[in-house]
């Protein structure tokens, strides 16, 4: 049996980080959704061109809250001053007891941490279009597609669907496309034989 | 994943129902949150987080340059040498000891020791390389000569000795037989760039410049600033010697026949004027009539208009911004006057004069000063032996025995806090009065602030660093200039020139603050995946 790219326990049961000091909840669509909204430049491609110098460290703090927080909490603290308050400033000590307790503490470090949490959890298995349309892409936003199936073809809840880890809901996604014959999802050996084919095209 | 067609078997409008839920909770949250990354976050966010990320940050950028100069390699090498040493469990600082072990047995090699030339030439390291190579290369190249050959293993302990020999295997290992360079752009994602950490490093350095130019100017600024906790302090304790000595005066001064009242009066407010402008920023510049320390009975006749309030804050925070980005302990001292600011701004909200008085007697002032958290924050200013002191004495006040097994000072200082908390706030007052004596003088907070000053690098050459600061009041009277009397005070002098001067330089270091954020931004930003937006990896 050829072996998988990837590992469904991974999506089951992710890595956690821990990044400032705050404990992250795996990286969830209504994650993706929020930060989406408020125009984080840390999920966007013109992160240089969106960022205002200011607001960098204010909008990284800001994801770092956003996805130390379920969903649904998000919403409760944004709508609750007080309650938001609260929290914020206890995250704010946790991060200066954080600087002083690592001497090689840097901004730096914390966003490549950042950066790797969210490539663990939005990595999706390599897979090839079986059908691929020749017609107009469609304008539906992926995450609309995502949730729609989640909900009618998998029977999700709303709270589960918008913070199950990213990762899962790919992979889960990828098995359902896969079954209607939408795309098909590639194993170890052929991604061995595609490789050496890449590199045998670079070599010509 | 545009391109994917999705068959939707089964009735989907649940779930389009679900998403339009969704959508309308976000949009709603949205436009709050949007108002809160403009304004609302910034409040909720204590500036000292986001000065102590670049402090931090540009401290780091300054530590790898010198580093990697010192090692002989590039920034981006340093810092793949700190991510081999992280990964192999040993600190950052080894990788210096390792490196003199090298450059000391090669030149030992080069000079004519044929025990270490051949363990060099054994583990792929030639001759040109030993003699013109830097310690970078030299390591690089054993990497590459003990990659998976365990048994060159007598020749690394040749090298490097039996104490390294376990870590510098563990490095060359990680490092798989790649040199630096190579293993550095393996780990590119978590490493910065050269030009980037350069560009940092300069800009934190010149920033640092910008810092003592305004520190050196501070120096007078500093002492009034202590004195003007110090004042706050001794009116809430009703100790007036504090102040008399603290401006050397003496008891038949005219100024201080009169009134504590009278004291602060013509002196505090107008020392704060000169230190920054909060003559401008508490009365609106041409009022003359300090609303908050009048007189008397006046003392708190006026409360500060909202505007008012807010200037005085954002004086406290100036002094607060300076106190993160500082070295070290000059800016504790800064710091701790800035709070005292803003304690008194704070009082002076107090709307109605029951609100003040109530605010000055049981309220903010002594659960904000030093009474309360101030406490905390004097403990963690002092020697463990100090600590154990005031928490053998706390005993004695509590009527308990106050024996502590705890060995080190964060554990006495917790202690020591929680028993104090116990007191009653008037109880609290008679236990510092009592015990002013180790310290001498009630304004802790001032002397410690003071010691700060003084053990800064910053102030050290010219105050004179390492000067007992048993009494600080003798220091602040060194060179400060105080003790001419409310009405030619020489500081009122120093305060107009300085007064602006200083403001405009926190501008200034503010405008450098926001130009480090944005590279600190731009240098990040960049490479953040968002493969789940656009199209997924098609084969």
């Known amino acids: 049996m050829a072996q998988p790219l990837f590992s469904y326990g991974d999506a089951i049961n992710p890595k956690e980080f821990t990044i400032c000091s705050l404990v992250l909840k795996p990286f969830s669509l209504g994650h993706y959704i929020l930060l989406e909204q408020f125009d984080n430049p840390f999920l966007t491609d013109n992160a240089n061109a969106a960022v205002e110098a200011e607001s960098g ?42 600087m002083k307790r690592d001497a090689d503490w840097n901004i730096y470090a914390q966003i490549f941490r950042f950066r790797e949490y969210i490539a663990y959890f939005t990595d999706m298995p390599a897979f090839q279009v079986e059908h691929k349309s020749t017609s107009m892409p469609s304008g539906i936003d992926w995450k609309q597609n995502l949730f729609t199936i989640a909900k009618s073809e998998f029977g999700y809840t709303d709270t589960a669907i918008l913070n199950m880890p990213l990762k899962r809901l790919f992979y889960e996604w990828c098995s359902f496309a896969e079954k209607n014959g939408s795309i098909r999802v590639q194993n170890a050996d052929e991604m061995i034989m595609l490789n050496a084919l890449k590199d045998r095209r670079k070599q010509i | 994943m545009n391109d994917v067609k999705f068959r939707i078997t089964g009735d989907s409008s649940g779930a389009i129902r679900s998403l339009n839920e969704v959508r309308r909770g976000v949009r709603e949250a949205g436009a709050d949150i949007q108002q809160h990354l ?4 910034k409040e909720l966010i204590a500036p000292a987080i986001i000065e102590e990320t670049i402090r931090r940050t540009g401290e780091w950028a300054t530590s790898i340059t010198k580093a990697a100069q010192e090692l002989g390699v590039s920034a981006e090498e340093m810092q793949g040498l700190g991510l081999a040493a992280k990964r192999t469990g040993q600190d950052t600082a080894k990788i210096m000891t390792y490196y003199e072990k090298l450059e000391s047995a090669a030149l030992k090699a080069v000079g ?79 490493i910065v760039g050269n030009q980037d950490v350069k560009d940092l490093a300069v800009a934190w350095e010149h920033t640092m410049e910008d810092l003592k130019s305004i520190a050196i100017k501070m120096i007078p600024v500093a002492k009034m600033l202590l004195a003007i906790v110090d004042g706050v302090l001794s009116q809430l304790s009703g100790l007036l010697s504090g102040i008399k000595h603290l401006f050397k005066f003496d008891d038949e001064s005219t100024l201080f026949k009169a009134s504590w009242a009278r004291g602060i009066a013509n002196v505090i407010p107008q020392m704060a004027s000169g230190v920054f402008n909060l003559k401008n920023l508490v009365t609106g510049g041409k009022d003359k009539d300090w609303k908050w320390v009048k007189s008397g009975k006046e003392v708190y006749g006026g409360a500060l208009s909202d505007e008012k309030y807010r200037e005085a804050q954002g004086a406290a925070d100036a002094v607060g911004t300076l106190a993160t980005l500082g070295i070290g302990p000059i800016t504790k001292g800064l710091g701790l006057a800035g709070k005292g600011i803003g304690t008194v701004a704070g009082i002076e909200k107090a709307g109605t004069i029951g609100a003040k008085m109530a605010a000055i007697g049981e309220g903010s002032l002594l659960t904000e000063g030093l009474a309360g958290k101030g406490f905390q924050a004097v403990l963690g ?71 700060d000053v003084q053990g800064s690098d910053l102030f050290s050459s010219v105050l004179g660093g390492g000067k007992s600061t048993t009494d600080r009041r003798g220091n602040i009277n060194l060179t400060s200039g105080f003790g001419e009397g409310a009405g030619s005070n020489p500081n009122l002098k120093i305060g107009g020139v300085f007064g602006v001067d200083v403001s405009l330089k926190i ?25 789940v937006d656009t199209e997924p990896r098609i084969f």
């Not at chain 1, 956003?66 to 991060?95: K, S």
């Open chain 2, 381 to 451: 200013r002092l020697e463990q032996s100090q600590v154990k002191k005031l928490y053998e004495s706390l005993g004695k006040e509590l009527g308990v025995t106050a024996e502590s097994g705890a060995t080190d000072i964060e554990a006495l200082q917790s202690l020591t806090n929680e028993k104090f908390a116990t007191l009653s706030t008037s109880k609290r007052l008679d236990f510092l009065k009592k015990n002013t004596g180790l310290f001498a003088g009630l304004g802790m907070a001032g002397i410690f602030g003071q010691k």
């Open chain 2, 38 to 41: 403009q304004g609302k976050l």
């Open chain 2, 112 to 190: 004519g020791n044929a025990k270490l030339a051949q363990s060099f030439k054994n583990l792929g390291v030639t001759q040109d390389q030993l003699k013109h190579g830097t310690p970078g290369e030299l390591f690089s190249a054993i990497s590459r000569g003990t990659a998976d050959h365990p048994e060159k293993g007598k020749d690394l302990l040749e090298i490097f000795g039996s104490k390294n020999i376990l870590g510098v295997q563990a490095l060359a290992k990680e490092f798989k037989g790649q040199s630096l360079d190579e293993y550095a752009k393996d780990n590119s994602s978590q």
């Open chain 2, 507 to 531: 501008l200034t270091l503010n405008q450098k603050m926001v130009d480090l954020l944005q590279q600190i931004v731009i240098n990040t930003g960049a490479g953040i995946p968002s493969t």
């Open chain 1, 57 to 98: 460290i204010y909008q990284f703090i800001l994801c770092l809250w956003i996805c130390g927080n379920t969903y649904e909490d998000n919403l409760v603290m944004f709508d609750d001053n007080d309650l938001l308050h609260r929290n914020i400033d206890a995250f704010c000590q946790h991060y200066l007891e954080e």
